[in-house]
């Protein structure tokens, strides 16, 4: 978690600081806690002890654990974006004409964050679910969205949020990535080859209207299936087509 503001109120700094932690390790105990951010134990127990009255997080054998009052924030402000509902029956239905995991996903404080997801009959299983977050110039939703905005706000981002590298063929250069940014820009659509997850390759498609970016679908599979005319024609056919009808109903929605 960036802190940005000179007013930011450091119990409440503490507190999110302690929830990131019980869901990083998936739950943890007042000492664990303690030691992973090096604060003392009194105050992790005061905090651990309002979250748990509050019924943000639940105790079970010692340990705190998120608990579902956030699903209950997350799926009501997921219900809240007009591209989740507009593009929702496109993504389940890419997913099912291709056999592989379709996904939506959209930018915030510059980081991508999947909307939603569906599997195909073929998909294969990955560390994605409805709420993660990504680095944006490691993945083609990422990459499709970055090349929708202007350089000044890809600068902002890569200022904030670096290019860390995942595998041997992410983008680590901020030249190189800008380059292929312009590429992205003129196709109309974006290549993840394997530089998130070792294995995996993606298409995405940005949904943009009125020079607004709402975010972007994408269909990710194996690398043996992603491939030739399937991976560089098939499928950037089959996202454009339900980037044009997601584009319309969030316009006219």
Do not use: W
Not at 53 to 60: D, L, S, V, W
Not at 108 to 123: A, P, T
Not at 160 to 181: F, M, Q, S, V, W
Not at 188 to 211: S, W
């Amino acid at each position: 978690m960036t802190t940005e503001s000179p007013n930011a109120v450091k119990a409440t700094e503490t507190s999110l600081l302690i929830l990131e932690t019980l869901k990083d390790l998936d739950g943890a105990g007042v000492t664990e806690v303690a030691t992973e951010l090096d604060i003392p134990k009194s105050t992790v127990h005061n905090h651990l002890s309002t979250l748990h009255n509050a019924q943000y997080i639940i105790k079970r054998d010692g340990k705190y654990y998120v608990g579902l009052r956030f699903l209950e924030f997350g799926e009501h402000t997921r219900n809240r974006k007009r591209i989740y509902e507009a593009a929702r029956p496109e993504i389940e239905n890419l997913a099912e004409k291709t056999g592989e995991l379709a996904n939506l996903a959209v930018e915030e404080h510059g980081q991508g964050v999947y909307l939603y997801q569906s599997e195909g009959q073929r998909s294969v299983s990955t560390d994605v679910y409805a709420g993660m977050r990504s680095n944006l110039h490691c993945t083609a939703l990422g990459k499709v969205i970055l090349s929708a905005y202007p350089r000044e706000r890809v600068d902002d981002i890569l200022d904030r949020h670096g290019l860390p590298r995942r595998t041997k063929n992410t983008i680590c250069d901020r030249d190189a990535l800008y380059e292929e940014l312009e590429e992205v820009s003129e196709r109309g659509y974006a290549y993840d080859v394997e530089e998130r997850l070792r294995g995996l390759r993606c298409v995405a498609a940005p949904i943009t209207t009125n020079d607004q970016v709402y975010g972007a679908i994408s269909v990710s599979g194996p690398t043996n299936r992603m491939q030739k005319e399937r991976f560089h024609e098939e499928i950037p056919e089959m996202l454009l087509n339900a980037e044009n009808v997601i584009e319309l109903d969030v316009t006219f929605s």
